[in-house]
């Protein structure tokens, strides 16, 4: 079931993080970012914040469930909709320990098929 628009907004609206949260359409689902790092995903209008070595401690009491079926686990994040301080502060402390994102290649030096 994708997620709804409007569970996605109610996300950003909670997260008060203004500009420095995005979201982007992902195969019906959406990727939440903040300042330009994926953190967290929003799909069958629930939250999951991403989990990896980094970030384990800092998701410590949350649920842990698949993104979809045979995924790795994410933090069911749900809960943190009702503590909109707590979900601002998690989101900004998984920005700073996840990685960056990659820069994106130029297409400059590339050959093309012809």
Do not use: I, W
Not at 19 to 39: H, I, K, N, P, Q
Request: overall charge neutral; glycine content about 8%.
């Amino acid at each position: 079931m994708a997620t709804d628009r409007g569970f996605v907004d109610y996300v950003a609206e909670q997260a008060g993080l203004g500009e420095r949260l995005s979201t982007r359409r992902m195969f019906g689902e959406y990727a939440l970012y903040v300042d330009g790092t994926v953190v967290a995903f929003c799909a069958d209008n629930s939250l999951f914040l991403k989990r990896v070595p980094d970030t384990v401690a800092l998701l410590e009491g949350l649920p842990q469930q698949e993104l979809f079926p045979g995924s790795k686990p994410y933090a069911l994040a749900d809960e943190l909709l009702d503590d909109p301080e707590r979900l601002r502060h998690l989101l900004l402390a998984l920005q700073r320990v996840l990685p960056p994102p990659k820069p994106k290649r130029s297409n400059e030096g590339r050959s093309r098929g012809t």
